[in-house]
């Protein structure tokens, strides 16, 4: 059971965690919405709940609730650049089909 | 996939708006707008509470148009300025509308003495398009008031309901209609298919329904399959001009006898037809009702009718809709013990006899736990909602039509590269890019089949067209983006677009054309009988279609850039190439794959100096500065 960050990724969310100032890294998860059944989740994390399972790569901290990881367990979240927009990207194993818009996913 | 931003812990944005959505049912004497909330549907009230919005529009003397009870009040007073039952007219030109010497209108034959009757009324001559436009914007307010509040918003769009036997000019009058009232119409629906719609999902009942929907001016009578929320309408029928009016109408013409009235001026005409109205609603809970009106004459009507009488006065309207129902139940090859349920809609419905005679005719009690009045609206709502795309995952989102066989497209060596599956729902649009097989090709014929094999001789053919044009790319470098798109009435379009040039090209067609249920069902089984077969000759032919693509490739870099290789290089990739052209036509997918290895193997050098020769060839002669 592993969620890792690619070099880039990391480097760019431990740029964004100096900016804002505070945080211990990242929570991934998952909601139950969106036009495809699940949508990603993507925040920053200021504190540890006591049942989350903590993942460490490249430096960077990330929480992820236990309900969340079965859809998400052994994805990658890398940064990438498309034309003008760049963002974050989950490279999630699990998924089975997207959205158009890939904003949500099933698995 | 979408670019995400890292979120405030809680704050990760939904990944889509909710779009909210409406279902009005239009009605010939009432009118109905309902969404859905909280996954529930639920007809929007007026401010007064009032569900029921009355098809009535009058162009009142001071120029306002009033919709509704208000106009309804003045019906009586203002016969040729109030217009109502217009659903009637939609669509129809005035040699189509009946008796329209007894309607109080003032009516004028449309433009060119063809096209749709027109009325003059004091605010001119009013369409019926736009008589029901007044109607349909009044429930958008209705809907937007109820749903945004004060705070604005924008509906995203609209189901209305159409009886099934409206033809293609009255559909398109409905349509004309909701633009004129500012709305965007995402799909007329037949109000039987609505109603199903109710039934089918708040009860989770499956099996063969009837429809048996007595409006206030329609009848329709439609035989539908449920199953797991997908239904098929089997047969359908009804009469356009047979509803609860008729009813009334035919009471009304009684009372004219019993009492010996004299010819009626056109408010006393109103002022019965209320009455006879009043009188029909009463004996659906009493045994007799009291017809009592007085005219402007100073005449007093007053007659007692009994539940037994208006039986009897009406029984031949009662007999004209089951002669329809008996002819679809025929259409349907069904005997009237296989309907598992009657859904009444309308509340014509609700008089006794009606109900009496359609329990005797399928010999069971009709179901109406949905109010009859509503159960259109509440369906057109569950369907607008799911056009809009708001479905969760939790919810047992409505397969409202599917696509029976998968669309795809022909690839290289007849195989069928399926684009959009079957049981996709409709409507449903997909994209994929393919590209050139050989150098410097600049047509690509784009064949659309239809089914579930792999190979184009085992599937359906549905159209052939040709992409021209195409810039002369080396072979796999043209980007050649096919979309497949099927509207909400079954209709396919195809487009092949090169992507770098913008050329484009279309065909559309109807995949389920001259398909029947059986064709469907034969084409399904061989696809589950030849699964195995049909894996190995895909994978056959993908080797094959490779084999040749490399030998081209080789043979043609060969012949540009052969004096790169010594003699023994050459004819060691000579007898690979023999080996693999032996191969490509044989059954042994595995044998070809090998020997394609082979060749990327040993044209590995050759590959490595050629590329050094074209770059050297891009470079020679240039300036640093301008490479």
Known sequence: MAITLTERAANHVQGFLAKRGKGMGLRLGVKTTGCSGLAYKLEYADAPNPEDVLFETNGVKVLVDPKSLPYIDGTELDFAREGLNEGFKFKNPNVKDECGCGESFNV | MALLQISEPGESPAPHQRRVAIGIDLGTTNSLVATVRNSIAVVLNDEEGHPLLPSIVRYGADGNVAVGYEAQAQQASDPKNTIVSVKRFMGRGLKDVAHAENSPYDFIDGPNGAGMVQMRTRAGVKSPVEVSGEILRVLRLRAEAALFGSDGGELYGAVITVPAYFDDAQRQATKDAAKLAGLNVMRLLNEPTAAAIAYGLDNAAEGIYAVFDLGGGTFDISILRLTKGVFEVLATGGDSALGGDDFDHRLFCWVLEQARVPPLSDGDTRVMLIKARQVK?????????????????????????????????????????????????????????????????????????????????????PLNNLDPD??????????????????????????????????????????????????????????????????????????????????????????????????PFAAGAARIRVTFQVDADGLLSVSAKEMTSGIEAAVAVKPSYG?????????????????????????????????????????????????????????????????????????????????????????????????????????AGKNIANV
């Open chain 2, 374 to 471: 509503k159960v259109v609206a509440l369906g057109a709502a569950i369907q607008a909602n799911a056009l809009a795309g708001n479905r969760s995952s939790e919810e047992d989102w409505l397969l409202l039509d599917v696509i029976p066989l998968s669309l795809g497209i022909e690839t290289m060596g007849g195989l069928v590269e399926k684009i959009i599956p079957r049981n996709s729902t409709i409507p449903v649009a997909k994209a994929q890019e393919f590209t050139t097989f050989k150098d410097g090709q600049t047509a690509m014929a784009v064949h659309v089949v239809q089914g579930e094999r792999e190979l184009v001789s085992d599937c359906r053919s549905l159209a052939r067209f040709e992409l021209r044009d195409i810039p």
């Open chain 2, 281 to 365: 609603e009463d004996l659906t809970l009493h045994a007799e009702a009291r017809f009592n009106a007085k005219l402007s004459t100073g005449q007093v009507v007053d007659v007692m009718v009994t539940q037994r009488d208006f039986w009897d006065m009406t029984r031949h309207l009662v007999a004209k809709t089951l002669a329809p129902a008996k002819k679809a139940l025929r259409d349907a090859g069904l005997t009237p013990a296989e309907v598992k349920g009657v859904v009444m809609v309308g509340g014509a419905t609700r008089m006794l006899h009606v109900q009496r005679a359609v329990a005797e005719l399928f010999g069971q009690a």
């Open chain 2, 515 to 619: 398909l029947a249920d059986s064709d469907i069902t034969r084409m399904l089984k061989d696809s589950f009988e030849h699964a195995r077969d049909d894996v190995h000759v895909r994978a056959l032919r993908e080797q094959q279609v490779e084999g040749e693509r490399m030998l081209e490739a080789v043979n043609a870099a060969l012949s540009a850039d052969g004096d790169l290789l010594s003699a023994d290089e050459r004819s060691a990739i000579d007898a690979e190439l023999a080996s693999l052209k032996g191969l490509v036509s044989g059954r042994d997918h595995r044998a070809i794959k090998s020997a394609i290895e082979h060749i990327n193997h040993a044209t590995e050098n050759f590959a490595a100096r050629r590329m050094d020769r074209s770059v050297k060839q891009a470079l």
